[in-house]
């Protein structure tokens, strides 16, 4: 979704919970982050640390830059993705995952 170079930062795996992607209250986008005024509308999947403890969301619609990609969330979004991570529904799955120490 995001090409890997320049900007492999913006993808990291896991993160505090909407510590990059920004809620928006106005209707109007513009990325918080390059300034465009482009975007579209995407489902997109995110790894949140909750509790230190990484949780995969699936098919959160999101407003997406049309630059670089930026995520931004609508305030709804956020709301109802902290409480389906802190477990408002059950998983529908559980997977098993590979960390690795790059340095
Ligand atoms: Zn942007």
Redesign the pocket.
């Known amino acids: 979704m995001i090409p890997l170079a320049p900007s492999i930062q913006e993808k990291s795996l896991a993160k505090p919970i909407f510590s990059r992607a920004i809620i928006s209250a106005v209707a109007m986008f513009k ?6 005024m482009d975007s579209r509308r995407e489902l997109v999947s995110e790894i949140f640390q909750i509790d230190g403890k990484p949780v995969l969301v699936e098919n959160i619609p999101a407003q997406v ?6 995520e931004i969330f609508s305030r709804e979004t956020t709301e109802k993705v902290r409480l389906i991570a802190h477990g408002k529904k059950k998983p529908i799955k559980s997977v098993q995952m590979d960390v690795f120490a790059y340095a």
């Open positions: 990325c918080h982050v390059c300034g465009s830059c049309a630059r670089r990609g930026e």
